[in-house]
């Protein structure tokens, strides 16, 4: 692998589990023989937002909570690049949670990994959209399940869930959700339960509560319907599951759209006659 300029080390406090995350993400590049000029990273704001910060790829860092119009507007620009998205459960459910629902909604080819911790890790463990009910005497509701909402809208068509604490998992549902992503397929959704140590460290009680499904008989991860009563069942138990939840057949935005602005004939001679045309139109 030849890197171009040196990587930023990650300053997350020892134990975070966005290490997992950025390992699994950087192996599954050479996993799946990705050239890494022709990948993009984008993350939020956020702990989770320095990843970009720690591969070798191309990188931006999103505004709060936009992390998802940017990295769609990437793979709809050029979609031959392998597109990531990355961020918080801050950026990606509470100020950027509309654009979840619209990514979706519409497909977009881009894998998006959320860094769950169930807190805003980065300013020093506020209560988010995931945050257990009772965290820092937090009484507003349940904590939003991202799995469950995917479940929910018809147009969705990957929903995996992995855990920092499972590296091996982590990787195969990395590689998974990617796939799904470069084979035309549309928007992979894999939300990884990545505990902060500092604010939030429940790594001694999210092993008990977990369920992976693939220790559970018979399921099926094309039966949408019976994704939702699983998990609904979990959910009342206190648990989630793990592993590959949901995958289902789709046409990914950019090939629904056509034309992509890098795959546009740049010629000058070729593009004349048109720029001719609109001259001659605005002189009426
Ligand atoms: C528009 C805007 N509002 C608020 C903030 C302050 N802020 C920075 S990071 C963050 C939340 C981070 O939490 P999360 O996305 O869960 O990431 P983590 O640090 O837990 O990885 C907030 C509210 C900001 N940077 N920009
Ligand atoms: S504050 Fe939490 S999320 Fe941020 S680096 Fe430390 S452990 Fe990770
Ligand atoms: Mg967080």
């Known amino acids: 692998m030849t890197e171009t300029f040196p990587l ?18 950087d192996a599954a590049f050479d996993r799946l023989d990705v050239p890494r000029h022709e990948a993009m990273v984008l993350a939020g704001i956020g702990c989770s937002g320095t990843i970009q910060n720690h ?45 979840l629902l619209h990514a979706f909604r519409t497909n977009p080819g881009i894998t998006y990994i959320m860094m769950n911790n169930g807190t805003y890790g980065l300013t020093k463990g506020q209560a988010s ?10 009484t507003e509701g349940r904590a939003a399940d991202p799995i469950m909402l995917g479940l929910s809208l018809p147009g969705t ?49 999210w092993r008990a509560r977990l369920c992976d499904l693939d220790t559970v008989d018979g399921y099926d991860p094309r039966d949408r319907t019976a994704a939702f009563s699983l998990a609904a ?9 793990t592993g590959l939840v949901y995958e289902g057949e789709g046409l990914a935005l950019e090939a629904a759209l056509g034309a992509a602005p890098a795959d546009a004939n740049i010629d000058p001679a070729a593009n004349m006659p048109a720029v001719r045309e609109l001259m001659d139109s605005f002189r009426g």
Request: aromatic residues 8%; proline residues 5%.
């Open 129 to 138: 959209p995931s945050s257990q009910l009772g965290f820092h005497g937090a």
């Open 157 to 205: 068509t990957f929903l995996a869930r992995g855990y920092s604490g499972d590296a091996a998992q982590l990787a195969t549902l990395t590689d998974a959700a990617i796939r799904h992503s470069q084979a035309g397929k549309g928007f992979a959704f894999l939300d990884v339960i990545s505990p902060c140590v500092a604010y939030n460290d429940r790594y001694h009680n």
């Open 233 to 241: 069942a979990l959910e009342a138990e206190g648990k989630k599951p």
């Open 55 to 99: 591969v070798t790829a191309y990188g931006y860092h999103a505004l709060h909570g936009r992390v998802l119009p940017a990295a769609a507007g990437a793979k709809l620009a050029n979609p031959s690049l392998t597109v990531i998205a990355a961020g918080g459960d801050g950026d990606g459910l509470a100020i950027g949670g509309g654009h």
């Open 8 to 25: 930023a080390e990650p300053i997350w406090c020892a134990g975070c589990g966005h290490f997992s995350v950025l390992s699994a993400l």
